[in-house]
């Protein structure tokens, strides 16, 4: 991702000079000036909808693009029967079809073609049943199927696979990086900087409002701050007054090297998620669970044999289900650490204390960015509460789920 060679090499107060921070509100030709805070997929959905629609956004990212939690993503788009309860789910579905409008408007590409998730066990299997006919009354078009439709759903699942499955054909997959740089282009192209290595550190106020962002670079004007900064727990508390408890946890994600395409769905089976890219590269991924002997927020393994260990064990588990990998090639393995507030559902929302400082904090965010960025950045220009969001807003008492 291309950063703005001029504001990259010089410190931006010195460029902005000293009206840049004595402006007042709007002061642009009455263009709301917006500093997004986190290129993570959250930052750059709601950075692209926010200089579209008229403001003047500069996105800054304290390392890179996608660089935290949207970079080591498994990237499966759903609204499945784990997104409860209601409202959730009816986010999720917008989230869904955002990302078919994103695909023709950005040209990122999506993977279509569905899911079909399973369990060991026939308990698990039954509350399954139940969930999709739950999943049914709420309109999404999900469904039990049964051995002969998988098979010929997935020709290349291995013979002994499972006896049946939810089908939930509007689930997609995406490569987050991917698209968290098409949303960056599509943001620069409606007028929007992207400030790499440049960290947010403070806020200045003019009475109550906020006046300007203090970065590692220098001072940004700013009539809103958008705080899209995953799993960074200090900065709500600290810049916002908004505490967000979170329950961040870890995550392995395996690519293998490109092969011949032979998935056109995401497989969600017992412990082990797979998915392929458009580009023939196959992404592996598992549940939340803890990894014993590697340190809180550690971006690497402690060491490379620990790595490919890792990368064994997922690749054994996706080679039961698909024999095709028997013999992949990894082409990366990594450790990412999902953002998760505590009841695990998003926090969005102009800070009750700081309410020119707007939280953007989420899971599912690969999921949830088109719906996320696009409802966010009306808020934040409109200046008006959509009432979908009010089960998400940042002065909520947090329970955990
Ligand atoms: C292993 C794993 C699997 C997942 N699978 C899925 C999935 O299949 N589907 C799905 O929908 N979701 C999934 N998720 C969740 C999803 O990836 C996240 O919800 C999403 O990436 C969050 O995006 P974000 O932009 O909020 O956070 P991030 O991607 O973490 O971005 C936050 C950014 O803020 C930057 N930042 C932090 N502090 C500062 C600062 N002071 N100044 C400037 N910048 C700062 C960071 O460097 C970072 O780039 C998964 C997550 C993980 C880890």
């Given at each position: 991702?291309p950063?703005?060679?001029?504001?990259s090499?010089?410190p931006?107060?010195?460029?902005?000079?000293?009206?840049?921070?004595?402006?007042?509100?709007?002061?642009?030709?009455?263009?709301?000036?917006?500093?997004?805070?986190?290129?993570?997929?959250?930052?750059?959905?709601?950075?692209?909808?926010?200089s579209?629609?008229?403001?003047?956004?500069?996105?800054?990212?304290?390392?890179?693009?996608?660089?935290?939690?949207?970079?080591?993503?498994?990237?499966?788009?759903?609204?499945?029967?784990?997104?409860?309860?209601?409202?959730?789910?009816?986010?999720?579905?917008?989230?869904?079809?955002?990302?078919a409008?994103l695909?023709?408007?950005?040209?990122?590409?999506?993977?279509?073609?569905?899911?079909?998730?399973?369990?060991?066990?026939?308990?698990?299997?039954?509350?399954?049943t139940?969930?999709?006919?739950?999943?049914?009354?709420?309109?999404?078009?999900?469904?039990?199927?049964?051995?002969?439709?998988?098979?010929?759903?997935?020709?290349?699942?291995?013979?002994?696979?499972?006896?049946?499955?939810?089908?939930?054909?509007r689930?997609?997959?995406?490569?987050?990086?991917?698209?968290?740089?098409?949303?960056?282009s599509?943001?620069?192209?409606?007028?929007?900087?992207?400030?790499e290595?440049?960290?947010?550190?403070?806020?200045?106020?003019?009475?109550?409002?906020?006046?300007s962002?203090?970065?590692?670079?220098?001072?940004?004007?700013?009539?809103?701050?958008?705080l899209?900064?995953?799993?960074?727990?200090?900065?709500?508390?600290?810049?916002?007054?908004?505490?967000?408890?979170?329950?961040?946890?870890?995550g392995?994600?395996?690519?293998?090297k490109?092969?011949?395409?032979?998935?056109?769905?995401?497989?969600?089976?017992?412990?082990?998620y797979?998915?392929?890219?458009?580009?023939?590269?196959?992404?592996?991924?598992?549940?939340?669970?803890?990894?014993?002997?590697?340190?809180?927020?550690?971006?690497?393994?402690?060491?490379?044999?620990?790595?490919?260990?890792?990368?064994a064990?997922?690749l054994a588990?996706?080679?039961?289900?698909?024999?095709?990998l028997?013999?992949?090639?990894?082409?990366?393995?990594?450790?990412?650490?999902?953002?998760?507030?505590?009841?695990?559902?998003?926090?969005?929302?102009?800070?009750?204390?700081?309410?020119?400082?707007?939280?953007?904090?989420?899971?599912?965010?690969?999921?949830?960015?088109?719906?996320?960025?696009?409802?966010a950045?009306?808020?934040?220009?409109?200046?008006?509460?959509?009432?979908?969001?009010a089960?998400?807003?940042?002065?909520?008492?947090?329970?955990?789920?």
């Amino acid at each position: 991702m291309p950063t703005h060679p001029r504001l990259s090499r010089r410190p931006l107060l010195a460029l902005l000079g000293a009206s840049a921070v004595a402006g007042c509100a709007r002061a642009e030709n009455g263009r709301l000036k917006v500093v997004v805070a986190g290129a993570g997929i959250i930052g750059a959905a709601i950075g692209y909808f926010l200089s579209k629609n008229g403001a003047k956004v500069t996105i800054i990212e304290k390392d890179a693009p996608a660089a935290r939690a949207t970079g080591k993503s498994f990237g499966w788009i759903n609204a499945s029967w784990a997104k409860q309860p209601r409202h959730y789910h009816s986010l999720s579905q917008l989230g869904v079809s955002g990302w078919a409008v994103l695909e023709e408007e950005l040209g990122i590409p999506v993977v279509h073609g569905g899911s079909l998730e399973w369990f060991d066990g026939k308990a698990r299997m039954a509350a399954l049943t139940q969930q999709i006919e739950e999943q049914q009354t709420w309109g999404e078009p999900s469904r039990m199927v049964e051995q002969d439709t998988i098979a010929s759903l997935v020709p290349s699942l291995a013979a002994n696979g499972p006896s049946s499955a939810a089908f939930a054909e509007r689930d997609a997959a995406v490569d987050p990086v991917a698209a968290t740089r098409g949303l960056l282009s599509g943001a620069q192209k409606f007028g929007a900087e992207i400030i790499e290595n440049c960290g947010l550190e403070d806020v200045a106020l003019r009475g109550a409002r906020l006046r300007s962002v203090i970065t590692s670079q220098g001072e940004l004007e700013a009539d809103r701050l958008v705080l899209a900064t995953g799993a960074a727990l200090d900065l709500p508390a600290t810049l916002a007054g908004s505490a967000v408890p979170q329950e961040v946890t870890p995550g392995v994600i395996v690519i293998t090297k490109a092969r011949p395409m032979v998935l056109r769905r995401l497989l969600a089976g017992p412990d082990i998620y797979l998915h392929q890219l458009s580009d023939g590269r196959i992404v592996l991924g598992e549940p939340a669970r803890p990894l014993p002997g590697v340190l809180d927020r550690a971006q690497r393994f402690p060491d490379d044999a620990r790595a490919e260990q890792e990368a064994a064990r997922l690749l054994a588990k996706a080679a039961a289900i698909l024999p095709d990998l028997k013999d992949a090639e990894i082409a990366d393995v990594s450790i990412g650490w999902r953002p998760m507030p505590i009841d695990g559902h998003p926090v969005l929302g102009p800070a009750p204390l700081r309410p020119d400082i707007y939280l953007a904090i989420t899971h599912s965010g690969v999921t949830l960015a088109p719906a996320i960025g696009q409802l966010a950045a009306y808020e934040i220009i409109e200046d008006r509460a959509i009432s979908r969001l009010a089960p998400y807003r940042p002065g909520r008492a947090f329970t955990a789920a």
